[in-house]
C-alpha cells in the first residue's frame, strides 16, 4: 500500500485506557478540531510524521474506539486504493469488537519539505482527504472530522467557514500547555518523540561504521561454515550467541545509559565491536536461538536486552538487510512486554518491512494490534527458561567487568556457561 513506514497491510488497534480497565479511565471532552489536533499525538504515543491516522468514533458521546496508521503514499495515483483499504479495514475491526462506528475522524500529518510550504502540502493533500471521505460514505460510516497537520498548524478539510478555519490554517497549540496535556500527565500517558524520532534509533547505520559492520557480517558468515562442516550442534551454536550476547547485556548495563535517544545510541554502539554484533546477529537467525533470547523481557534484564536489540538492528546493513527482522522483533516483543506499545508497533512494523514473512513479528504485530495482552506469552517463555532450567533459579548477577570491544576474551569455552540455545 505505501512505501513510507507501515507493512503493506494497514493495521488497526483498539483504545486503550492508561490504567487498563475502562471504567478507570481519565475522560476529557473535545470540543473543536484545534483540540482534536492537540489530542493526536497522545492518542498514539508519538508524533505522527508523513501518517494517515484514523480513529473510529461510537456511541452519542463521541466515544474514541479503534485507531489505525499508515503512511501516506507518495504516488497520487495510489491514494483512492488506499482509502478503500484503510476505510473497510478500520470499520472491520471495529465490527469484531461489538459495532459499527457511527463516524470517523481523519488526521493527515505531513510537514513541508524543503522550499515548500504547510499551506501547499494541504492544499496537495486535501483530493487524498476527498478521497477517504467517499471510502468511509461508501461504508455507512461518515468522516465526521479530516484535518490536515502540517509546519505546526492545523486545517480543517470539512470546514468552509473562513472565521473559524482560514485559508492560512490555525497555530498547533503549544506542547504542554494544553488541557489534553494536563490530563495526560496525570493519567501517566507519554509521547515518545516523533515517528521519524523513534525509527532512526532502529534504522541501520549509514557511515563509515556501516561499511566495517558489514566486512564483519562477511566474516562472520564464513566462519559459520567450517563450524557446520565440523559437526557443530544448534546447541553449540546457540550457546555461543546467547553467551555472547549476554555478555554484551552486562556490558551495556555497566554502562549507564546517556539521557537523550541519539546520545544514548551513540554510547550503545561504541561498547559493541564489530565482530561482536555480527555473531549475535547472525546466531539471532536461528529462531530457537531467537526465542530463548525472546525470555528476556522482565525485571533487571529488560533495559539491557532493549539496548542490545536496537543497536543490533542498527548493524543490520548492506545486503544483511532482512537480519533485522530478528532484532527489531525481540526490540518489539520487549518494548510490548514492558508496557510500550507504541514502540513496539514502530519496531514490529519496521521488522515486517525488512522481511515482510518473518512469521513471529506477523504474530506479535497482529496480537498487538488486536488488543491482545502479552501475558499470555509472557507465561509461556517463563514456563518454558522454567523447564529448561531446573536447576537454575532466577538471581541477580553480579555487574562483573567484561573486555572492551575488539579484545579476544580467551577460549569460548571459558565464557559458555550453559547451553541456552537446546532446542525446543
Given at each position: 500500500m505505501t512505501t513510507n513506514h507501515e507493512p503493506r497491510t494497514p493495521s488497526e488497534r483498539p483504545s486503550v485506557s492508561p490504567s487498563g480497565a475502562c471504567d478507570e479511565q481519565p475522560r476529557i471532552t473535545l470540543r473543536s478540531p484545534a483540540e482534536l489536533a492537540d489530542a493526536l499525538p497522545y492518542m498514539l504515543g508519538f508524533h505522527p510524521t508523513d501518517s494517515l491516522v484514523m480513529v473510529a468514533?461510537?456511541?452519542e458521546g463521541g466515544r474514541f474506539g479503534g485507531r489505525l496508521r499508515v503512511g501516506i503514499p507518495s504516488a497520487p495515483a495510489e491514494w483512492e486504493d488506499t482509502a478503500s483499504q484503510v476505510a473497510a479495514c478500520l470499520v472491520r475491526g471495529s465490527e469484531r469488537r461489538g459495532g459499527k462506528p457511527e463516524g470517523i475522524v481523519v488526521f493527515l500529518c505531513q510537514d513541508p519539505g524543503e522550499g515548500d510550504s504547510a499551506q501547499r502540502v494541504m492544499t496537495r493533500l486535501r483530493p487524498f482527504a476527498q478521497r477517504l471521505r467517499l471510502a468511509c460514505?461508501?461504508?455507512?460510516v461518515p468522516v465526521l472530522e479530516a484535518l490536515c497537520l502540517s509546519g505546526g498548524r492545523w486545517w480543517s478539510y470539512t470546514c468552509n467557514d473562513a472565521d473559524c478555519c482560514p485559508a492560512e490554517g490555525r497555530p498547533l497549540t503549544r506542547p504542554g500547555t494544553s488541557v489534553m496535556a494536563a490530563t495526560?500527565?496525570?493519567?501517566?500517558?507519554?509521547?515518545?518523540?516523533?515517528?521519524?524520532?523513534?525509527e532512526n534509533r532502529l534504522t541501520p547505520l549509514r557511515d563509515d561504521r556501516a561499511v566495517e559492520q558489514e566486512e564483519a557480517l562477511d566474516r562472520a558468515a564464513v566462519a559459520?561454515?567450517?563450524?557446520?562442516?565440523d559437526g557443530a550442534t544448534r546447541q553449540e551454536v546457540g550457546a555461543e550467541t546467547l553467551g555472547l550476547a549476554r555478555t554484551l547485556m552486562r556490558?551495556?548495563?555497566?554502562?549507564?545509559?546517556?539521557e537523550g535517544g541519539l546520545r544514548a545510541d551513540d554510547l550503545d554502539d561504541s561498547l559493541l565491536g564489530h565482530d561482536e554484533a555480527a555473531a549475535v546477529i547472525l546466531g539471532l537467525q536461528?529462531?530457537?536461538?531467537?526465542?530463548?533470547?525472546a525470555e528476556w523481557m522482565e525485571d533487571e534484564e529488560v533495559a539491557p536486552a532493549l539496548?542490545?536489540?536496537r543497536a543490533l538492528a542498527r548493524r543490520c546493513v548492506g545486503a544483511y538487510g532482512e537480519h533485522a527482522a530478528a532484532p527489531l522483533t525481540l526490540a518489539g516483543w520487549v518494548s510490548w512486554s514492558a508496557g510500550d506499545e507504541p514502540t513496539a508497533r514502530i519496531a514490529l512494523g519496521l521488522a515486517l518491512r525488512a522481511d515482510a514473512d518473518y512469521r513471529f513479528a506477523q504474530l506479535l504485530h497482529q496480537a498487538c494490534n488486536e488488543g491482545i495482552g502479552p501475558e499470555g506469552l509472557r507465561e509461556c517463555l517463563r514456563?518454558?527458561?522454567?523447564?529448561r532450567e531446573p536447576r537454575a533459579p532466577r538471581r541477580k548477577r553480579s555487574a562483573a567487568p567484561t573486555r572492551p570491544p575488539g579484545r579476544r576474551s580467551g577460549p569460548r569455552g571459558r565464557t559458555r556457561r550453559r547451553a541456552d540455545g537446546s532446542g525446543r
Open positions: 468514533v461510537h456511541g460514505g461508501s461504508l455507512d495526560a500527565t496525570f493519567a501517566g500517558l507519554q509521547v515518545r518523540g516523533s515517528l521519524k524520532e523513534i559459520l561454515v567450517p563450524k557446520i562442516l556490558r551495556l548495563t555497566l554502562a549507564h545509559p546517556v536461528d529462531r530457537e536461538i531467537r526465542d530463548v533470547a539496548r542490545l536489540w514456563e518454558e527458561r522454567k523447564r
